[in-house]
Nanobody
Framework: QGQLVESGGGSVEAGGSLRLSCSGPDYLFGRASWAWFRQAPGKGREGVALIGPGGRDTDYADSVKGRFTVSTDNAKKTVFLQMNNLRTEDTAVYYC?????WGKGIQVTVSS
């Protein structure tokens, strides 16, 4: 299936922004839906954002609507998650997912 590699995580203060990136197999861009999930300490995995194969249809968890934006750049073979106005409750490991294949995850920490 190919490896998914997330990048762009780190630590930020509440109200700040981060942009996560996910690179994956070339052939999946434009052909599959991509998703971002997250898992906070002591909690289960939560779907955060979804983008359809065409890159126009998107869906978000209620907790991130208006703050997060998912997008794809087919030329760069990359999926992005722009996260603005971050809150402490956004602290989690974030995963890129396509066709039931998961990346290793990347830590996002938001401090107050």
């Amino acid at each position: 299936q190919g490896q998914l590699v997330e990048s762009g995580g780190g630590s930020v203060e509440a109200g700040g922004s981060l942009r996560l990136s996910c690179s994956g197999p070339d052939y999946l861009f434009g052909r599959a839906s991509w998703a971002w999930f997250r898992q906070a300490p002591g909690k289960g995995r939560e779907g955060v954002a979804l983008i359809g194969p065409g890159g126009r249809d998107t869906d978000y968890a209620d907790s991130v609507k208006g703050r997060f934006t998912v997008s794809t750049d087919n030329a760069k073979k990359t999926v992005f998650l722009q996260m603005n106005n971050l809150r402490t409750e956004d602290t989690a490991v974030y995963y890129c997912v396509v066709c039931n294949t998961w990346g290793k995850g990347i830590q996002v920490t938001v401090s107050s």
